[in-house]
Structures are given as C-alpha cells and as structure tokens.
C-alpha cells in the first residue's frame, strides 16, 4: 500500500467544510449548507454496539469523525491497514452503518466536504445502504442534490449510527445522504460505494497525531493560505532540474490545493502546456503522440522493459512556512508513467499521469502516493515527509529536500482574483452601467405626461397587442 495510507489517516481532518460545492436543496425548511452533521452516539469513554429503537441522544449537532486529541483512543495504525485501494480508483474505508450494520466502503476524500452512501442499486456498485433495512435510520424530509468538477448524485438527508470497528472502534450519530440518482460519480471498476469528505469546516475538531513508522526523516510543513479546501502556494516547477521559468501565479491560477480524492497531477493549462513540452524535450524517446499526453492512448513497451528511465524527475517548490524559505517535493517517473493493468500479454502500457485543469492545479493521489502527508488544520499546514512506502524494488520513487531561499520569487505568489477575473470585472461594470443608463430612460418615461392624438379608428387597423395574437401562428 502506498504512503497515502499515513497520509489521509494520521492527521485526519476532521471534518467537513461548507462551501466547497455546489450544493442545491429541494423541500428544505431553510437554507442547508453540508457539511451533514454528526456526533457521538454514546457519552464519551463508551462505544456500545448499536441497538434498536431511536439514536440515543445528543442529535447529531455537529461532525466529528474524529476524537478530541487528548482522548488517546485512536490505534493510527489500525486504521492504515483499514485503508485499502489504489490511486486510480481511490481510497476508502470499511465503515458500518444502521442496525443492524451494514458494511459499506467509503471513498476518502479529502477535495470535497460531504458524507454520502450509495442508496440504490447500481450498475458500478456491489452494495447500497438499505434505509428501510435500519431500525435506528431517521428521514431528516429533504434530499440535496452535490455537484462536482466531474460528476453529481442527488440523495435523501437521513440520520443513522456509523461505526468505524478498526482503529477508532466507536459509533457516531450521523447526518448522511443516501445517493439516489447519480451521474458520472459511481464509476467503473471503482470498489466504493459512498464518499467520506474531509475539506475544511469552520468547527472542525482534529483526529492528531503522527505516527513515526511511516515516514522518515523531517516533516516540511507549507502554510494553508485559505481554509476552504487544502489551499497551499506553489512557487516554482523544474523538469529534469530546469525551470519552467513561469509567473508563479500561473501556478496558483486560481487555487493550488492538496487532493486526495484527485486521481492525478492536474495542472493549469498555460503550466500543463510547458510541463508537456519540457517532459517531451527532455526524455529519451524521439516522439509521441499527442493523444499520450492527452490521456486518450497509452504507451507500451514488452515485458521485458519499463520505460521510467526515459523520463525525467518533476519537482515543486512549496513555501515554507519561514515564508523566506521554500522546500521541493520530487516526484520521479514511476509515480506520473503510470502501468495499466491487462493492456496485453507480451507488452505492458503506461498512461500520462498529469491532466490540464480549468480551475486549479491540483496535488493529487500521482504525488501524495510519493510521501507521509499531514493535514494539520489545528497549525493551519500541510506536511510532507519521505515515505518508507514509496519505493518499487527497494528504490525510492520520491524526494524531499531543503530549505532554499525565496529571493528570487514573488513575496505572495496567490492572486487575490483569478487571472482572469479583472476581465469579468471590467464587463460586468460595463454590463451594469449600460442596464443603469437603460432603466433610468425607463423611469424618465414612464414620469413624464406624454400627450397623444387619438385619431378614428380604421377597422382593418389592429391594436399592438391584438396583433400579437392574430399574426402568432403565421
């Protein structure tokens, strides 16, 4: 298993923050934003098996998958091992949930805020959580509907008794949506069946702790510039040791985060181009296609040979958190040159493991499978720190090295709006003032008399209005 295992579950943000999607309600009281909710299912110091009748109280008021830090209760590496998958297809989770329980695995996500269980049939998933199964599930009377970059569900709002046996080994009362309809989000050959959101939330309480085991050497730690999802800032690229030479906003154009539930590196289109272009220049092979670098064709290579000597190292320069200094993650190879399982018998294809992004450059799964990454929302940080894990026979396939110094780069390297956006801003003053202008002649006539003649009425001669009727249909 990857170091994503230490990653996601050693520092494991708790939890789930509002504003991180576009979410829509039908039927609700009032304005409902997710995070859903969630608390203990029990007083603190217990954790009794789910039993039947009404959840216990407290409601579930407020989310917590998580333990105080000083409840001590959480075994970390208890809940690495409950963590399986690849990152292709995500990681998750063994959770229960209902009474009686029902097993389902939940995708760890930590791009996204919501907690959502698969709550029908469907052609991608083995099983789904059954409401009318539970004795303890409670209908909350409105469903919500979560779009994402990729992909959307539309569910019912309930409440039930979760419980994670390994590792935390306790039950919560949760708010969770059971997903109904969903489109592009349940995919092929994935083995999850609902998604456990772990972005920011203002009262967000932290599961701590680091477990020495599964990294070695420091923790570099860059500041989160904004708690909303894992937002940190990017200085600077190099491929095979040589710049990219960009304006390192063009890199946090218009927000760089750290993504667990983000398959691969996705870069900004202007970055993803130089990347594109520098990786082809410096590797060893004459030329590919186009459609490799898109993602639309594999590579292949026989059996006999593995193509990562041909391609060169990519490292990121993140700011340290002495804002003077900086650090560079190094990913070689191995991590973006990615194997496809059954391509062929005597020959094994690879695919790009970089993608453009509209929106964000994006530290996914291709990067974080490189090293022990922290989430430590209490000092406002992300950490990185080499991984024992991320090796393939026995040579590591990452780096981490530093400090080096800023003075080359820009002091904020964040743009407060979006390159593009003064554009928008220009046309949309533009767009109002024209409005502005439009109303006030409005207004203007509708004060002043205006004196008409009335002349005798020609019988053929149709009023404005009975014209729209009488000449609709021609």
């Given at each position: 298993?990857?170091a994503?295992?230490?990653?996601?579950?050693?520092?494991l943000?708790p939890?789930?923050?509002p504003g991180?999607?576009?979410?829509a309600t039908?039927l609700?009281p009032?304005p409902f934003?997710l995070?859903l909710?969630?608390a203990?299912?029990?007083g603190?110091?217990?954790?009794?098996?789910?039993?039947?009748?009404?959840?216990?109280e407290p409601r579930?008021d407020?989310?917590?998958?998580a333990?105080?830090?000083?409840?001590g209760?959480?075994?970390?590496l208890?809940?690495?091992?409950?963590?399986?998958?690849d990152?292709g297809r995500?990681y998750?989770l063994?959770v229960?949930i209902?009474?009686p329980?029902?097993?389902?695995?939940i995708l760890?996500?930590?791009?996204?805020?919501?907690f959502?269980?698969a709550?029908?049939?469907?052609?991608y998933?083995d099983?789904y959580?059954?409401?009318e199964?539970s004795?303890?599930y409670?209908?909350?009377?409105?469903?919500?509907t979560v779009?994402?970059?990729q992909?959307?569900?539309?569910?019912?709002v309930g409440?039930?008794v979760v419980?994670?046996?390994?590792?935390?080994?306790s039950?919560?009362?949760v708010?969770?949506?059971t997903?109904?309809?969903?489109?592009?989000?349940?995919l092929?050959?994935?083995?999850?069946?609902?998604?456990?959101?772990?972005?920011?939330?203002?009262l967000?309480?932290?599961?701590?702790g680091?477990?020495?085991?599964?990294?070695k050497?420091?923790?570099?730690y860059?500041?989160?510039?904004?708690e909303?999802?894992y937002?940190?800032e990017i200085?600077?690229?190099e491929?095979?040791?040589?710049?990219l030479?960009?304006?390192?906003?063009?890199?946090?154009a218009d927000?760089?985060i750290?993504d667990?539930g983000?398959?691969l590196?996705r870069l900004p289109?202007?970055?993803?181009g130089?990347?594109v272009?520098?990786?082809?220049r410096t590797?060893l092979?004459?030329?590919?296609?186009?459609?490799?670098?898109t993602g639309s064709q594999?590579?292949?290579?026989t059996?006999?040979e593995?193509?990562w000597?041909?391609f060169?190292?990519i490292?990121?320069?993140?700011?340290?958190?002495n804002s003077?200094r900086?650090?560079r993650?190094?990913?070689?190879?191995?991590?973006?040159?990615?194997?496809?399982?059954?391509?062929?018998?005597n020959?094994?294809c690879?695919?790009?493991?970089?993608?453009p992004s509209t929106?964000?450059?994006?530290?996914g799964?291709?990067v974080m499978?490189?090293?022990?990454?922290?989430f430590?929302?209490a000092?406002k940080?992300?950490?990185f720190?080499?991984?024992?894990?991320?090796?393939?026979?026995?040579?590591?396939?990452?780096e981490?090295?530093?400090?080096f110094?800023?003075d080359d780069?820009a002091?904020?390297?964040?743009?407060?709006?979006?390159?593009?956006e003064?554009i928008?801003?220009?046309?949309?003053?533009?767009?109002?003032?024209?409005?502005?202008?439009?109303?006030?002649?409005?207004i203007?006539?509708?004060?002043?008399?205006?004196?008409?003649?009335?002349?005798?009425?020609d019988?053929e001669?149709v009023?404005?209005?009975?014209s729209?009727?009488?000449?609709?249909?021609?």
């Open positions: 298993m990857g994503l295992a230490g990653a996601l579950l050693l520092l943000p939890l789930l923050a991180l999607l576009r979410v039908a609700a009032g934003t995070p909710r969630v203990a299912a029990a603190r110091g217990s954790a009794p098996t789910p039993g039947p009748g009404p959840p216990a579930a407020g989310l917590a998958f333990l105080e830090p000083s409840g209760a959480a075994n970390f208890a809940m690495v091992d409950n963590l399986q998958g990152s995500g998750y063994e229960l209902g009474t329980p029902q097993t389902l695995q760890v996500d930590t791009g996204s805020s919501n959502a269980v709550g029908a049939p469907h052609a998933i099983s959580f059954d409401t199964r004795s303890t409670r209908p909350k009377g409105f469903d919500v779009k994402y970059t992909g959307s569900w539309t569910g019912a409440e039930d419980t994670i046996r390994k590792g935390l080994n039950s919560f009362l708010n969770v949506a997903i109904l309809e969903s489109e592009n989000f349940f092929p050959g994935i083995k999850w069946n609902g998604i456990l959101g772990l972005a920011y939330a203002a967000a309480k932290v599961l701590g680091v477990e020495p085991s599964l990294y050497g420091d923790i570099w860059t500041p989160i510039k904004e909303w999802y937002q940190i200085l600077k690229l491929i095979g040791g040589q710049s030479n960009l304006d390192c906003r063009e890199y946090n927000k760089a750290v667990s983000t398959t590196l289109q202007k970055v993803f130089a990347v272009e520098a990786v082809a590797s092979i004459p030329e590919f296609s186009a459609g490799f670098w594999l590579a292949c290579w059996n006999s593995t193509p000597s041909y060169p190292k490292s990121i320069y993140l700011r340290d958190e003077s900086s650090f993650i190094t990913i070689l190879p191995q991590l973006y040159i990615q194997p496809m399982m059954g391509a062929g018998l020959y094994e690879y695919r790009f493991g970089i993608s929106n964000a450059l994006v530290i799964a291709t499978e490189g090293f022990y990454v922290v430590d929302r000092r940080r992300v950490g720190a080499a991984s024992p894990c991320a090796e393939i026979a026995g040579a590591p396939v990452s981490i090295s530093g400090p110094s800023t780069i002091s904020n390297c964040v743009p407060t709006l979006p390159l593009n003064p928008l801003w220009i046309v949309s003053y533009t767009l109002m003032s024209v409005c502005g202008v439009v109303l006030l002649v409005l203007v006539l509708l004060l002043v008399p205006f004196r008409c003649r009335h002349l005798p009425r019988p001669v009023s404005d209005e009975s729209l009727v009488r000449h609709r249909w021609k």
